[in-house]
Structures are given as structure tokens and as C-alpha cells.
T-cell receptor, first 112, second 114 residues
Framework: SQQGEEDPQALSIQEGENATMNCSYK?????LQWYRQNSGRGLVHLIL?????REKHSGRLRVTLDTSKKSSSLLITASRAADTASYFC????????????FGQGTRLTINP | KAGVTQTPRYLIKTRGQQVTLSCSPI?????VSWYQQTPGQGLQFLFE???????NKGNFPGRFSGRQFSNSRSEMNVSTLELGDSALYLC?????????????FGQGTRLTVV
């Protein structure tokens, strides 16, 4: 089944730096969503970007979507220790089974 | 508004037993989805219910089943447990089915099969 692929699989940066995570997917989508998961807990929704949108902001988060390249990026600016978590992209496919399909995630570690 | 509640949080079962997990969605949400999360396979979609009807089912054996009640609460059942069923089971609720809107996740049920 279609699945987003996050890149990199793991990322470690210093507090205060910016973190960028990428997501690629295979088929046309209605929307793409980003979620955060702290270790062993539930997922928290961050941003939903629709296929006709190119960029969305929420606080220190910036998400871009390039449907021609079938890719999205999540930028976290001025990172904090509390941003340490796994980040997942999830796609809502335009065709086929209507369900959110999650990627494998990027493990982000913010070092103090 | 109360969040998504999953019970129990932790569960230890023996191979061959069956287990039932419960999920109470956010008030007003009629869609409930279930996911299995393991280190090797990531987040795998199990099934989705909307207004008491199963709309979608993932690629899991028939041992995995679920249902939704008229108050939108949902249960999933796994029969004849196998060691490989050890995982974090996550429930998510949303206003509309499919992935059209944001999903709100519970804290999950950690199932260990021994």
C-alpha cells in the first residue's frame, strides 16, 4: 500500500537549531498531515496541508507541500528539548482506500 | 473537551488467549480508527468504523476484529494471541471518516503477549 517515507530516519541537533524533516509519497493525495509522537505515547496532530496548498505555518512549525514532486517538508525553528520526539507524515490518498497512511517516521533528538 | 480514552493502558496476555481493547472517542466524533504500532512495521492500519459500520479494513488476519457502538465507543478484539501481536495499539477519532480531517489519538494500549 502507499506509504510516506520520511527522511532522515533519525536526526540529532543542538537546542536552538532548526530541524528539517522530509516526506515523500507515491500517489496523488487529498491532504498530507504531520504528527508528533513522544516515546510510547499517542500521536499528536501538528498540521494538515491540503493538496491545493503549498505552505502552512503553526507557531514554530512550517510545512511545505510540492505535489509535483510528491514531497513535503516539516521545519521546526528554534528547537527546544521538548521537541524531542518521533515525527510522522500521513497521507490521505486521492484514490483507493480512504484512510490515513503513515510513514515510518523521523526520530528527532534535541541536545541541550 | 475530553480526549480519546483507551483502556486498559497495559496488558499482558498468554499465547492463545484473546483480548478486548476499548476506545472512547472525543464527544461528537463518529469515526474511530485503530492502528497497530511495532518497531519493525511502524504504524499499520487495522480498521475504521463510522456510525457503527466498518468502512475500511487493513491487511490483518481475521483474528483481529472490531465493532462500534451507537455512542461511537469502539472495541477491538484479538483472538488466539500470538507473540507477534505484541504491540502498541492506538485508537484515533475524527469528525469525518477517511483521512479528510485531523485525527485525535489516544495514549494507546501496550499489549505484551508471552
Amino acid at each position: 500500500s502507499q506509504q510516506g517515507e520520511e527522511d532522515p530516519q533519525a536526526l540529532s541537533i543542538q537546542e536552538g537549531e532548526n530541524a528539517t524533516m522530509n516526506c515523500s509519497y507515491k500517489t496523488s493525495i487529498n491532504n498530507l498531515q504531520w504528527y508528533r509522537q513522544n516515546s510510547g505515547r499517542g500521536l499528536v496532530h501538528l498540521i494538515l496541508i491540503r493538496s491545493n496548498e503549498r505552505e502552512k505555518h503553526s507557531g514554530r512549525l512550517r510545512v511545505t507541500l510540492d505535489t509535483s514532486k510528491k514531497s513535503s517538508s516539516l521545519l521546526i525553528t528554534a528547537s527546544r528539548a521538548a521537541d524531542t520526539a518521533s515525527y510522522f507524515c500521513a497521507t490521505d490518498p486521492f484514490e483507493g482506500a480512504q484512510k490515513l497512511v503513515f510513514g515510518q517516521g523521523t526520530r528527532l533528538t534535541i541536545n541541550p | 473537551k475530553a480526549g480519546v480514552t483507551q483502556t486498559p493502558r497495559y496488558l499482558i496476555k498468554t499465547r492463545g488467549q484473546q483480548v478486548t481493547l476499548s476506545c472512547s472517542p472525543i464527544s461528537g466524533h463518529r469515526s474511530v480508527s485503530w492502528y497497530q504500532q511495532t518497531p519493525g512495521q511502524g504504524l499499520q492500519f487495522l480498521f475504521e468504523y463510522f456510525s457503527e459500520t466498518q468502512r475500511n479494513k487493513g491487511n490483518f488476519p481475521g483474528r483481529f476484529s472490531g465493532r462500534q457502538f451507537s455512542n461511537s465507543r469502539s472495541e477491538m478484539n484479538v483472538s488466539t494471541l500470538e507473540l507477534g501481536d505484541s504491540a502498541l495499539y492506538l485508537c484515533a477519532s475524527s469528525q469525518y471518516p477517511g483521512g479528510k480531517t485531523e485525527a485525535f489519538f489516544g495514549q494507546g494500549t501496550r499489549l505484551t503477549v508471552v
